[in-house]
C-alpha cells in the first residue's frame, strides 16, 4: 500500500524526467529545460518535505545517466531457536532493522547481502534464498528522494559471532511475538519481519515481489 504523498511521487517522477533528458539529450535548449525542470523538482521536494532547497539540488545534481530504482539488500538469519537476527542501528534513533544497506557495484545482490551481515553483526552466513523483492513506496515505508527496490535475502549463520561496528551499537535474536517495538520504518516493516519468519519455517514459498 503506498501512503506517500503526491507531491512526492511527483518530485521524483521530475527528477527522473530531468536525469534522463539531460544523459540522453545533445541539444543545448533541451538541456537548459531539463534542468529547470531538476529545479522545479527540487523546490517541489524542499517545500514538502522541509529540507533546504540548496540541498535537495545539490543531491539531484549529483544523479547522472538514466534514472532507475536504488537498490537495498537485506538480510534475514535465525539461530537454532528460530529466532531472526536484528541490529540496533547507530543511525536513525537507534531503532532496530535487519542487516542492510545500499548495494555496492561490483557485488551481486546476495554477496552485497553477506557482506552487510557480517559488516554490521559479526556474524558470517550463507545466502539460500532471494525471499522477496518489494518496491519500498508499495510496501507503505516511508518517503525518500529516490524510488528503491528492496531485496530480501535468508540466509544461514556459518560462523562468527555478535560483534558491533560503527554503523551498529547492538546485536539481538527476536522471536516472532516478540520483536522489538522500535523498528526502523525507513529499512523495514514489521510486516516484512513476519514474512520472513513465515520464509524460514517454510522454505517452498516462492519469492515475494511488489
Not at 543545448?28 to 517545500?47: G, K, N, P, S, T
Not at 532507475?68 to 534513533?93: N, Q, S, Y
Request: hydrophobic fraction near 45%; charged fraction near 25%.
Amino acid at each position: 500500500m503506498n501512503t506517500e504523498p503526491p507531491w512526492l511521487r511527483w518530485a521524483r517522477d521530475l527528477q527522473a524526467l530531468a536525469q534522463s533528458g539531460l544523459a540522453f539529450s545533445p541539444n543545448v535548449f533541451d538541456r537548459e529545460r531539463f534542468e529547470a525542470v531538476r529545479m522545479i523538482a527540487a523546490a517541489m521536494m524542499a517545500a514538502g518535505s522541509g529540507a533546504p532547497q540548496t540541498m535537495i539540488e545539490d543531491l539531484f545534481a549529483g544523479q547522472t545517466g538514466y534514472a532507475t530504482p536504488k537498490i537495498d539488500v537485506r538480510g534475514a538469519a535465525f539461530d537454532d531457536r528460530g529466532r531472526i537476527l536484528m541490529v540496533r542501528e547507530t543511525l536513525d534513533h537507534g531503532r532496530w532493522t535487519l542487516p542492510g544497506g545500499w548495494a555496492d557495484v561490483n557485488l551481486t545482490p546476495a554477496e552485497n547481502a553477506a557482506k552487510e551481515m557480517v559488516e554490521e553483526s559479526g556474524f558470517t552466513v550463507a545466502v539460500t534464498k532471494l525471499a522477496a523483492v518489494w518496491d519500498r513506496s508499495a510496501q507503505g515505508h516511508p518517503g525518500g528522494p529516490f524510488s528503491c527496490a528492496k531485496f530480501f535475502f535468508l540466509c544461514d549463520i556459518t560462523g562468527g559471532e555478535a560483534t558491533t561496528s560503527i554503523e551498529t551499537s547492538e546485536i539481538g535474536f527476536f522471536a516472532e511475538h516478540d520483536l522489538p517495538e522500535d523498528v526502523s520504518l525507513g529499512r523495514v516493516l514489521p510486516a516484512q519481519l513476519r514474512r520472513m519468519f513465515a520464509h524460514h519455517k517454510n522454505r517452498a514459498l516462492p519469492t515475494d515481489f511488489e
